[in-house]
């Protein structure tokens, strides 16, 4: 799944990694505002609880482990 984030400043929520390991979604910020990661409560994306996606047109896919999200 992509989600293309078009403007604004606010926070994409994950769903839970828990039971969809190997699930992946791509988050764009192809606006010009900061778009913030956030994983289900508890849950992390590299070891942390956010991230930040602050430039335009930059991405991150994410993939489901099971418990958490990895960066790919």
Do not use: H
């Not at 994409?12 to 990694?17: D, F, G, I, R, S």
């Amino acid at each position: 799944e992509t989600i293309n984030c078009t403007g604004n400043t606010f926070t994409v929520n994950l769903p839970t990694a828990v039971g969809i390991q190997g699930t992946t979604y791509t988050i764009v910020n192809s606006g010009t505002g900061t778009i913030t990661l956030k994983g289900s409560v508890g849950q992390t994306m590299n070891g942390s609880l956010t991230i930040d996606l602050s430039t335009q047109y930059i991405s991150r896919t994410v993939q489901s482990d099971g418990a958490n999200w990895i960066i790919i």
